[in-house]
């Protein structure tokens, strides 16, 4: 069964109570999502909001399934066209 991550239910509180338990000191919130693709998506937007940068390193072998991924594909490096 999947659900949204917007939508609340008694399962998700619960987890949610237990990993902020099983969290280091400091880490009082849960974001669920509902799989990789969002989670690597939401990751670089908190990546984003923390750092207040817009570029965001990624891995050779990231391969972006949604569209706010893309601009986060790797590009060789080359000298810039002018």
């Known amino acids: ?12 509180g619960e987890a949610a109570k237990r990993i902020v338990e ?6 009082s ?17 908190m990546a984003r909001l923390y750092t207040g940068r817009d570029k965001v390193l990624s891995g050779l072998s990231f391969i972006p399934r949604q569209y706010r991924q893309r601009d986060c594909r790797h590009r060789r490096l080359a000298p810039r066209a002018e």
């Not at 069964?1 to 998700?12: F, G, Q, S």
């Not at 099983?22 to 880490?27: Q, R, S």
């Not at 919130?29 to 937007?45: H, L, M």
């Open 22 to 27: 099983l969290a280091p000191e400091g880490f």
């Open 29 to 45: 919130k849960v974001f669920f999502t509902n799989a990789g693709a969002d989670a690597n998506e939401n990751a670089i937007r």
């Open 1 to 12: 069964m999947t659900i949204a991550p917007a939508t609340a239910n008694l399962a998700r």
